[in-house]
């Protein structure tokens, strides 16, 4: 059994800057990677940025250059920096663990971006 603890959402203006944390915790083996999807309403479930074990990252279009994902291997925890916010930020963040078992997802973490 995997835990995932999100914490970190919140309320921003447009052009701030949140972080989000994600700690895992259970019966953890062989970890791929960790990451983020994020879901707005009445959209589908996204990609915004994961990272493998061995360092390399993976990050949506729409948020290059503005979110960076690192990882603390010795916590398990996955980290997303957010900065410039805009609006269309403003979803549910899930946080995702890989392993050579499947997938463990999140309970999810509100951002919300005003203009």
């Known amino acids: 059994q995997v835990q995932l603890v999100e914490s970190g959402g919140g309320l921003v203006q447009a052009g701030g800057s949140l972080r989000l944390s994600c700690a895992a915790s259970g019966s953890i083996f062989s970890i791929t990677a960790m990451g983020w999807h994020r879901q707005a309403p009445g959209k589908q479930r996204e990609l915004v940025a994961l990272i493998a074990s061995g360092g390399r990252t993976n990050y949506a279009d729409s948020v290059k250059g503005r979110f960076t994902i690192s990882r603390d291997n010795a916590k398990n925890t996955v980290y997303l920096q957010m900065n410039s916010l805009k609006p269309e930020d403003t979803a549910v963040y899930y946080c995702?663990?890989?392993?050579?078992?499947?997938?463990?997802w999140g309970q999810g973490t509100q951002v919300t971006v005003s203009s």
């Open positions: 995702r663990l890989i392993t050579g078992s499947g997938n463990s």
